[in-house]
């Protein structure tokens, strides 16, 4: 399978009367990026902002970033099951706004986080203060189910960027990199003496605010199952989990994933990039065993010399994690496992609430519960109401000169699991 | 320390046709109010941590563990509420061994994040609902 990706780089986004991409700029329509969002009736109102690289701002609590795209060559359509109808994508043409994101904020539950600050020691440590953010904050209708909520602000998301990415259908890109994966027995053929390499990836599917979608399909009910690695990057795969948002993976985050794209940079030179392989995470026990039982079944079919194993989340995944490493290794297949870790404030306390020495190389996005200083913004986007009750605060999270007191737990993308983050130990 | 014994009689009778029996252990009362009708529902109102050692008690006594006790990404303390699932069947010696390696471990952890109010105590009871409704729902699909 063949994807030509076009970037077409945004260096500033405008508000305007008509929504037009002119040398890299974006300009957009409120009124008609409103229109998309409440063609919703559950939804009852939605206001936009625009948080650039620098500025004195603070996005809370961020639900989900996403990347605008636009498929321009080939079968099916952004978000596939979600907002496109079903079809296998991932070859042809997309084209990619670089440098910008569409981020989904506000309160669903009371306790919901995450922080995007755009300058200052938060940016630090998020990835997406270096984007320009269009942000959209919808309210719902009065007595609308958290649930229902939760999923008509995750829709309108995705309708938002698929508005914005239509924007760019006819133009030019900046850039063009291709992406493909032959056939296994193409592989085989044309790399008969390189490892064959598999990307194993984990998906959070526990429940509200906790739950990712392949294709439309909840990932709870999903077996473990093959994709190729490019179809992700037309959206195969979407976010419906915020907390904790440090380890959690935004749609923007499946769109570019790090582990995928690194493995393409080898494919063909020191690895053969055989497939993606997805698992989920469930809560009931025998769920787990299936699953990793499964995961283990495929790697060894295709033969794989080995893995890179991402998890997403911590505590509950750590288990389903230790079991994918240690049954794919049981079948012959090299592991390395990529998690963060949650060892307490002082960093003393055990990093994961499972272990085995079959996991013997592990990569490490870093101690969720250190403690950082927020400095107080001039402008919050979103609320600092429920900033007290996000994940890796505490009552003395807001201090009366407006600083915050958090775990990085509390701030999107800090400690991401696919690497997708600024920590580093280089 | 409260039992709620309408609950466990209520939905014993129903579960006699479930291919596996199990029931389910909250200190969150939503579950109680929302499951109980179809399923058997042990509520007692404990702690997060003390939740998690009456399980632990359960499965020395020879029950056995459904479900992971760290769920959610809402931590330990974070949330005061818990649900488990408890099959009542014995589990055999590896499954009890891996159980209580996972109890233990999330007790250990409950010291690692710090108490919260309840100022969304019915926030905190519909995630633990949304969690434990899942494995419900893997359960009654079959063993």
Known sequence: MRLEMGH????????????????????????????????????KSVSFDIAKPGESVRITPVKDVIEPRVKVEGRGGQFPGVIAKVDTVGEGKTYALKGMAVVTAGKIVGFQEGIIDMTGPGADYTPFSQTL??????????GLKQHDYEAAVRFAGFRVAVYVGELARELTPDEVKVYETPTMME??????????????????????????????????????????????????IVSGNCVSACDKNPTYVHQNNPVVEDLFAQHGKTLNFVCQIITNENVYLADKMRSSDWTAKICKMLDLDGVIVSQEGF????????????????????????????????????????????????VTGGNANEVVILPKLDKVIGTLDYVNKIAGASEDTLRPDGSLEVELQVITGATNETGFLKLSAR | MCIVPFFITLAQERNGAMREKYYILTNNPMVAGKLSEDHKVVFMELSFEEILKEARSRIHSGQSLLTHPLSGSVKPNETPYKSLLIGEAKPTTEELAFTLELIETAIAACGKFRAKGDKYAQDFQLIDYTLIKSAVESADMGI
């Open chain 1, 8 to 43: 077409i780089y945004i260096r500033d986004i405008q508000f305007a009367a008509e929504s037009k991409i002119a040398d890299g700029v974006l300009y957009v329509s409120e009124e008609a990026l409103k229109a998309v969002v409440l063609e919703d009736e559950k939804l």
């Open chain 1, 133 to 142: 953010n269009l942000v959209m904050v919808a309210e719902p209708v009065e």
């Open chain 1, 315 to 362: 505590g509950n995944p750590d288990t389903d994690l230790i079991m994918n490493c240690k049954k794919i290794e049981a079948e012959g297949v090299k592991t390395v496992i990529i998690t963060d870790e949650y060892a307490g404030r002082d960093g003393k306390s055990q990093s994961l609430a499972d272990a085995d020495v079959a996991a013997n190389a592990v």
């Open chain 1, 187 to 236: 592989g085989l053929k044309l790399y008969p003496d390189l490892p064959r390499v598999a990307y194993v990836q984990m998906l959070q599917s526990q429940g509200l605010l906790h739950d990712t979608y392949v294709y439309g399909v909840d990932a709870k009910k999903i077996l473990p199952t093959i994709l190729n690695p490019t179809e992700t990057m037309d959206g195969a």
